[in-house]
């Protein structure tokens, strides 16, 4: 089991900046491939962006892509998803998320890809 927790949520204005964190605990993290999905109200949960165990490759949606930044450090257990340049239309509630593979980041963009879920953190960007 690995149990994960976001934080970093909130409201900002058009053009600011949020970062989530992910906190992760139980299995070793460094073995799982990190995601972020965002779900907004009446809406399917979409994917944002990946990571690789290794933090060697990283994958984005075309709608964040230059925007937003997925990392992490291993050594914290911890994974990040900077956000710049936000717009009204990024406001969602975001998911961190994880699964075991070793398959390329760009193949596991599909919330049935992951296994382990965190509670979600809401992120609000008013225009």
């Known amino acids: 089991q690995v149990q994960l927790v976001e934080s970093g949520g909130g409201l900002v204005q058009a053009g600011g900046s949020l970062r989530l964190s992910c906190a992760a605990s139980g299995r070793t993290f460094s073995d799982y491939i990190m995601g972020w999905f965002r779900q907004a109200p009446g809406k399917e949960r979409e994917f944002v962006a990946a990571?690789?165990?290794?933090?060697?490759?990283?994958y984005y949606a075309d709608s964040v892509k230059g925007r937003f930044a997925i990392s992490r450090d291993n050594t914290k257990n911890t994974g990040y998803l900077q956000m710049n340049s936000l717009k009204p239309e990024d406001t969602a509630i975001y998911y961190c998320?994880?699964?075991?593979?070793?398959?390329?980041?760009?193949?596991?963009?599909?919330?049935?890809?992951?296994?382990?879920w965190g509670q979600g953190t809401q992120v609000t960007v008013s225009s």
């Open positions: 998320t994880t699964v075991r593979s070793s398959l390329p980041v760009s193949f596991v963009r599909q919330a049935r890809d992951y296994n382990y």
């Open positions: 990571i690789s165990s290794s933090a060697r490759s990283t």
